[in-house]
């Protein structure tokens, strides 16, 4: 089993930037596909952007394309959002989450995914 923890949200104006970091334990992270996914108040989770095990394929959500960049570190067993030119739209609470291909964290029920992690809150000011 894997656990992931973010961290980096918080309070930033419009335009602003935030990377956020997702810490997994295990030996097994570099196993994994790794994704961000986002609710706000009153939707839906929605993707944001997912990288494939060994970091050479990304995916992302048309609404943050060209402005967020999903890395990974799998000597530090840590997934990076680096989020720039923010909107009030992107207000949400940001989950990590882990399973075993960009596929099925792209098209599969979220409720299916093999890790969550607890969420961390960024707020974008107008």
């Known amino acids: 089993q894997v656990q992931l923890v973010e961290s980096g949200g918080g309070l930033v104006q419009a335009g602003g930037s935030l990377r956020l970091s997702c810490a997994a334990s295990?030996?097994?992270?570099?196993?994994?596909?790794m994704g961000w996914f986002r609710q706000a108040p009153g939707n839906e989770r929605e993707f944001v952007a997912a990288?494939?095990?060994?970091?050479?394929?990304?995916y992302y959500a048309d609404s943050v394309k060209g402005r967020f960049t999903i890395s990974r570190d799998n000597g530090k067993n840590t997934v990076y959002l680096q989020m720039n030119s923010l909107k009030p739209e992107d207000t949400a609470v940001y989950y990590c989450?882990?399973?075993?291909?960009?596929?099925?964290?792209?098209?599969?029920?979220?409720?299916?995914?093999?890790?969550w992690g607890q969420g961390t809150l960024v707020t974008v000011s107008s």
């Open positions: 989450v882990a399973d075993f291909t960009t596929a099925r964290l792209r098209y599969v029920s979220p409720n299916d995914f093999y890790a």
């Open positions: 295990g030996r097994s992270f570099s196993s994994y596909a």
């Open positions: 990288i494939s095990d060994s970091g050479r394929s990304t």
